[in-house]
C-alpha cells in the first residue's frame, strides 16, 4: 500500500486540543488511546516533538493525574535502549503533559492493519526488543504492565515503548462518581482471570500475545474467556518461533521463559543488531517515510516566547535561546546525551490521509457496563517519588511508604519504579479487567510547567554504561587470556604479545612484544606481573610494560601449565626427559624448591594440575580430567582423585577421592583447606585436614563452581538458579534465578571487590544480585553496545574484578569496562 494509506496517523487540531504545551507549539494529532491523545509538535527551533496529554474528560480526574505522572516518571527512569527519553514533564496546570523526541513510527495494530503479518525476523526483532526492556523491569520484580498492540510502535531502527503502566495501555478509562477512575484492560493473563495477583511472568504472557498477533495477523485466543482453558491458536506462526511463543502462553506463570531467555530466544546478539540494515516490510517503510514527510511539511511554530525560557532537556533544566533546546529525532539509542542525534531530513508531502482504521484489539473483550469501583487507598501525589501506601494489585509486592519509620526523604531504589504498574493500588474486578483508582482526598500539588533539573537515580533493572569498550586484536596462532593488575590494568596475553589496557579509560597502556604468553599473567606479592614464557618466567611492570631479566626454568624443564600461585611462589606442571613433574619454584629467589614426579596423562595430552585449596603444611590439587589416562579412570573407579603435598618438600601426603565427585564435577576450594565439590544434583563441603564431610546443600540440578567471599558461598546451578549458603553450616541464605534458559551451560559467578554485588555469566548475558539479599540488580548484554561488526556474539560472557575501578565484562575479544563497585 503506498504513501497515500488512510493508516497514517497525522490529523488536525480539534477543539479542545492545546495550541501550546511549554516551549512546544502543537501542530497535528498523531494518534489517540483510551485515556490520552498524542500530538506531534515543534519547539522554537523546530525541533519535532511527540506530545502526550490526558483526554478533556480525565485531565482534571487526581486518580488520573497521579497514575499520568506515575507512568511519566517510570519512563524518565527507564529511558534509553527502546523507551523514548522524556524531554519534558509537566504536572502541573490545568493539562498534566509529557514531551519526548518524535520518530516516525507505526503502532503494531497500524502496522498489521497496513501491511499483514509482519516477517519472521521483524517479529524477533519486535519481541526480542520489547522482552530486553522487559527484563531491566523484571530484575526489580516490578510488573510493566504496559503491552499493547496500541503502545508498541514499529520505526525504522527497531521497536519502542510507549506506555509504562496498566493506564496507557487501557482499553477503555472512565471517569466515576466520587473522583474515581475506572479503567478496563484490553487483555487479561490466566493469573488474572483466576483471580491472582499478576507478576513478572505476567507480561511475558501478554508478549506472547502480541508476537502471535504480529505473526499472523489475528488475535491468538478468541476471547477473554478463552484466556484460562483454550489453547492458543499458533498454527499459523512461523515454525521457528512456534514453541518460544507457545511457553510465553503456558498457562501457568512458572512454566513461561524469563523476559532475558525470551530475549536471548529471539535475538542473541540482541535486537538492535538484528534490525541493523533493515527489518520493516516494504510497505511500512514507505509508510514510515510518508509519515515523516507529511511531518517535515508542518507549518513551523512561531519563534516569540521562546527565548530565555527555561526549558528541560534530557532531563537538565537550563536557560538560553531556541537554538540550546533541540532535542533528538532520530533512533533512540542508550547515549550519554539526549541531544546527540540529527533532525531526519524533511520528506515530499503526500496527499492528506483519511481518518484512521479501527485497529484489532489484542483480545477481543465485551464492553459491559462497568460496576462501581471498590473504594481503595489514594496514592501518594504525583511530585513525588515514593513507595505506594498499599499493597499492590498490580506489582510483585509492597514497599513502606514514604513516611515509614527508618526512612528518608529521598526515594529508594525499590521505589524508583513505583509507577511501573500505573496504579498499583488499583482493584481487579471481575473478568472484563477493570481497575478502579481512588481519587484521594485532595488534589495532587501543582508544579510549574518547567521544573527545576533534579540528578537521574540509578535505575534498578537498567545495567551501568559500559565506560569504555576494548576490542582486541584476533591472533591465529593461541588463545587470549585476561588478568587484572593492581585494580589499574586489564592485562591481556597471547603468544605474540602482552597488552596493558587502562581500567579507568579503555585506552591502551603498552604493549610488550619481548613478554609473550600461551598462559594467562600473574601477579606477584610485590606487585609485579608474571609472565609465563617458552624459556623461563618475564616479570613485566605493570606501570610501563618494561621487561625484566627472564628467570629461566629449571634445566630441561618444559612448562606446560601453571597450577597455582601463592606469594612469590608458582605451582606448575612440566617435562623433562619424557617424564612429567610438579614444580613449586620461587620467583624471588629464581629457584627450584621442589618437584615431584606425577603420570604423564593421556597421549598427546600433557597433565594439568590446579592447586585448588591451601593449608599452612599443604596443598591439595586435582589433574585435569581430559587429560586422565584410562588406567587412571578405571583405578579410581570414576570418582575424581584429589592429593596433597608437602608445601615444604613436595611429598604426598594422601590421594583420594571426595564424595561422589567426578573427575568433570566442579570443583572450588579456600586457604582454610576447604573442598566444594558437585556431585550428582548436591553441592559438598569437606575438610581436607581431617578429609571429612562437613555439610551438603542438595538441589535440583548440577552446581557450578563455587565463589567464597566474607563468609559466604556463592554457586550456580543448571537451571540458572544462584545460591548463597553459609560456607561454614551450608545453610542456605538466598536463592534467585538468572532467567536465562534452563539446561544450557551453569552461569560462572564472580563477587564485587567491594563484596556487595554478584555477578552470574553465561552465554546469553551477566546477571547482577545484591550480594547480601539476592535481589536482582540488572542484566547486561552487549548488543547495542558492541562497535558494529565486532566480538562473538556465539561467546559466553564472564566477569573479571577491577576492584574500585569497577568491573570487566568480556565476550570473545570484546572487553567492556563497568562501574561497579
Known sequence: MGPSSPLQPIGPLRDGDPRRCGPYTVLARLRESASAVRYFARDGDGTPVVITAPRASLAELPAFRRRFAAEARTAERLAGGWVPEPLEVSGGGPLPWTATPYVPALTLGEAVALAGPLPARAVRVLGAGLAETLARVHATGAVLHGLAPGTVLLAADGPRLTAFGALGAAEAAQARAGGQLSVRLGYLTPEQAAGHEPGPPSDVFVLGLLLAYAATGTPPLADADAIADAEPALGAVPEDLRPLIARCLAKAPEDRPGAGEAAAALALEGAAALARGGWLPDPLIEALDAQAARVAALPAPDDEDTDGRTVRVGRQARRGTAADTAAPAGPVVPRPSAAAAPVPPPLPLPPAPQAPAPVPALLPVPAPALPAPAPVPALPAAAGVSAPSAPSALSAGSAPSAGSPGRGAGPSRRGLLTGLAAGVTGAVLGGGGVLAFASGDAEPPRTDARPAARPRPAVPGVPPRPRWAHEHPATARSTLHAAVWRDRALVLTTDAHTTAVDLTTGRRLWQAAGAPSAHRALTLADGRLLVAGTDGFRPVSGADGAVGRPLPYPAGVRLSSVAGISGTVVWFTGTAASRTYLFAYDTARAEE???????????????????????????????????????????????????????????????????????????????????????????????????????????????????????????????????????????????????????????????????????????????????????????????????????????????????????VVRRGRMFYGLPVE
Open 593 to 807: 624448591l621442589w618437584r615431584i614426579q606425577v603420570p604423564n596423562g593421556r597421549a598427546p595430552r600433557t597433565p594439568v594440575h590446579e592447586v585448588l585449596a591451601l593449608r599452612p603444611d599443604m596443598l591439595v590439587v586435582r589433574q585435569d580430567p581430559a587429560s586422565l589416562t584410562a588406567a587412571q579412570v578405571k583405578a579410581a573407579k570414576g570418582l575424581a582423585v584429589f592429593h596433597a603435598h608437602d608445601r615444604a618438600t613436595g611429598a604426598r601426603r594422601w590421594f583420594r577421592p571426595f564424595g561422589a565427585a567426578r573427575p568433570g564435577g566442579a570443583v572450588s576450594g579456600d586457604e582454610s583447606g576447604r573442598l566444594y565439590t558437585a556431585a550428582g544434583t548436591g553441592l559438598y563441603a569437606f575438610d581436607t585436614g581431617t578429609r571429612r564431610p562437613l555439610w551438603q546443600l542438595p538441589g535440583t540440578a548440577a552446581f557450578g563452581r563455587a565463589r567464597l567471599a566474607g563468609g559466604t558461598l556463592f554457586v550456580a546451578d543448571r537451571d540458572q538458579n544462584v545460591h548463597a549458603v553459609d560456607a561454614a553450616t551450608g545453610r542456605a541464605r538466598w536463592r534467585r534465578g538468572t532467567e536465562a534458559a534452563a539446561g544450557g551451560d551453569v552461569p560462572e559467578v564472580t563477587v564485587g571487590a567491594g563484596g556487595r554485588t554478584l555477578f552470574a555469566a553465561d552465554g546469553a548475558q551477566v546477571t547482577a544480585f545484591g550480594a547480601g539479599d539476592g535481589r536482582r540488580l540488572w542484566k547486561f548484554q552487549d548488543a547495542g553496545v558492541r562497535a558494529p561488526g565486532g566480538g562473538d556474539s556465539s561467546a559466553a560472557y564472564s566477569v573479571s574484578v577491577a576492584g574500585a575501578a569497577g568491573v
